[in-house]
């Protein structure tokens, strides 16, 4: 069992950065590619990034590429979104998941359904003004 506790939502004017935190309970944090998810009202649940279980390799959607970084401390059992040149569009809540780090033919496997991932978080708010 894992539990997920974002953090870092807020209010940005257009332009501006924030950072997201995922804390993770537990002891085998590497072994679970982390995800970062947002949702904005009356929208499906849409994938935003994904990291590996060692943090060396990572998958960003194509809406946030060049912008968004996502990282993990894994000594810290967390995960980060830092988010640059925020646009209006960004304005959703934000959801950290887990999913068991799986490989095929030595390649990492990048869940981006949110059907795949077996943990969530609460959520936090990142609302973007123009």
């Known amino acids: 069992q894992v539990q997920l506790v974002e953090s870092g939502g807020g209010l940005v004017q257009a332009g501006g950065s924030l950072r997201l935190s995922c804390a993770a309970s537990g002891r085998t944090f590497s072994s679970y590619t982390m995800g970062w998810f947002r949702q904005a009202p009356g929208k499906e649940r849409e994938f935003v990034a994904a990291i590996s279980g060692s943090g060396g390799s990572t998958y960003y959607a194509d809406s946030v590429k060049g912008r968004f970084t996502i990282s993990r401390d894994n000594a810290k059992n967390t995960v980060y979104l830092q988010m640059n040149s925020l646009k209006p569009e960004d304005t959703a809540g934000y959801y950290c998941?887990?999913?068991?780090?799986?490989?095929?033919?030595?390649?990492?496997?990048?869940?981006?359904?949110?059907?795949?991932?077996?943990?969530w978080g609460q959520g936090t708010q990142v609302t973007v003004s123009s």
């Open positions: 998941a887990a999913d068991p780090v799986k490989e095929y033919g030595g390649r990492w496997y990048v869940p981006s359904l949110s059907r795949e991932y077996d943990f």
